[in-house]
């Protein structure tokens, strides 16, 4: 393989040469439908793998996620000290209209704020590491996104009903919306990575979704990680 | 040509270099329904901006106010860069409407319509490729992550605008100059260095996209000039 592992100097000692990088976050995508589910794992696959949750399997691109190889773990040339873990949440497809909510929901790909605030108090997110210790259990508002847009409305409408909506987001807006952990989380290079994204009731109640639309949640580590050098 | 390093009388060296803050554009623009994959950086003042898909008045040509790029897909021979973030401004080359006879207007150019952004934000992946044949980027994200911190905010009224208006903008975030993620280890482009940044939609076309767009992309950081 035509990788530098390790350089020896001539007085004997070697050098292990790495490129820390914190200009690429490590991400990954699940989505969430209607009814019951008891889990879905981020970071479970990697790029060209189905999404756990999608419609027919949706193939990831790297729009998805940027994880390589099978999944389950960092890739043994990689490191990865995570100082904060963001989850953004994107509509696909659109609400359910037979049995709309009182209020609204905006154009996909927005999420209406009643949506919003379900997953917010049913989703757990559940970040494993080396599969033998749990490193965060909390509700999925924990984790703001620090992503998403910013409106200035007056008098907008749905497009598809011509209706007034309010939208919501997992968090502010805006970079330093993101909460920074006061530890990093450290993972090794091979060792098991993987986030659960679990509903605490079974499922997300009252979620208004039409059939064969979702909720997709983009989990991303920001912090520091070593990629390899070629 | 640039004075670089003086020789001193006793033999020592001196390296004179002016590092300055200094942000480098350019732009990109493409229409709704294309499958984004352009490069930006990638040209000069008068030649012909990065287009995808059919725009309003077709492709055009780079004013000063399209970059300051002051060669192709490359740092200048006599310049290197620190890039410390990535942001962006953005503004619609067409308007936003939805319906017929009449027709409501949700965005007018140059607004993008805060749906259209969200859009851009789920679909875009943006890299920061240094180096000829590099494969691997030196920073990637997808669009959602790089702030905004360059472009206007808005102060509406409650009501309507105008009859048949339902207005919405919208922004990466707070439109303030903090609102750029920072790396915490920067991106060195080492002069004469081939660089660009790729804005590809990985997806295929970017869904229910409804206008075309201009974006300028923003490298923020410090460069070093050429001492005359």
């Known amino acids: 393989m035509a990788q530098l592992w390790k350089i020896r100097l001539p007085n004997g000692k070697t050098l292990t040469p790495g490129d820390w990088t914190s200009a690429e976050d490590l991400y990954s995508t699940v989505e969430i439908g209607t009814g019951s589910f008891p889990v879905l794992t981020a970071f479970s696959y990697g790029r060209g793998a189905s999404i756990p949750g999608s419609v027919a399997q949706r193939q990831s691109t790297l729009a ?35 049995f709309p909510d009182a209020i609204s929901p905006a154009d996909a790909p927005d999420v209406s704020l ?14 494993r590491i080396a599969a033998v210790k749990e ?12 992503t998403g847009v910013t409106q200035y409305n007056s008098a907008a409408i749905n497009a598809v009903s011509g209706d007034p909506y309010v939208v919501g987001n997992n968090g502010g807006t805006s970079v330093c919306d993101s909460r920074q952990m006061a530890s990093p989380l450290y993972v090794a290079g091979g060792e098991g990575l993987a986030v659960d994204v679990k509903p605490g009731p079974g499922q997300v109640n009252n979620l208004n979704l039409e059939v064969g639309s979702r909720m997709r949640l983009r989990l991303f580590f920001e912090g520091y990680r070593r990629r390899p050098v070629a | 040509m640039a004075i670089k390093q003086i020789r001193l009388p006793d033999g020592s060296e001196v390296v004179i270099d002016e590092w300055l803050h200094y942000q480098q554009f350019s732009t990109i623009e493409f229409a709704a329904a294309t499958a984004v994959n352009l490069r ?98 030196q920073a990637r994200f997808p669009f959602s992550r790089i702030g905004q911190s360059i472009g206007s905010p808005a102060f509406t009224s409650t009501q309507a605008l105008a009859v048949n208006t339902a207005f919405s903008y919208g922004t990466g975030g707070a439109m303030t100059a903090s609102n750029q993620r920072r790396f915490q280890l920067p991106v060195y482009i080492a002069s004469d260095r081939v660089f660009y940044l790729e804005i590809r939609s990985f997806p295929g076309a970017i869904a229910d996209l409804s206008q075309a767009v201009r974006m300028r992309f923003f490298l923020d950081g410090l460069k070093r000039r050429p001492v005359a």
């Open chain 1, 64 to 98: 998805d996620t940027n994880l390589e190889g099978e999944g389950n773990r960092i890739p043994e040339n990689e490191e990865l000290i995570a100082y904060s873990l963001a989850i953004e949440v994107f509509m696909i497809g659109t609400e359910n209209v037979q």
């Open chain 1, 114 to 127: 009643l949506n919003m605030l379900r997953l917010q108090r049913d989703i757990l997110v559940i970040t």
């Open chain 1, 135 to 146: 490193y965060t259990r909390q509700p999925l508002g924990v984790f703001a996104a620090g």
């Open chain 2, 40 to 137: 930006a950086f990638t040209y000069v003042q008068g030649q012909q901006i990065p287009t995808q898909g059919v725009v309003p008045g077709g492709p055009r040509t780079a004013t000063e106010s399209d970059t300051n790029q002051v060669a192709k897909t490359r740092m200048n021979h006599d310049e290197a860069y620190l890039c410390y973030a990535l942001t962006y401004e953005h503004f619609a080359l067409t308007n936003a409407e939805v319906g017929e006879d009449p027709a409501t207007l949700l965005a007018p150019a140059p607004v993008l319509l805060s749906q259209n952004l969200r859009r851009l934000q789920r679909d875009l992946v943006i890299s920061l490729v240094v180096g000829a044949n590099i494969k691997k980027p």
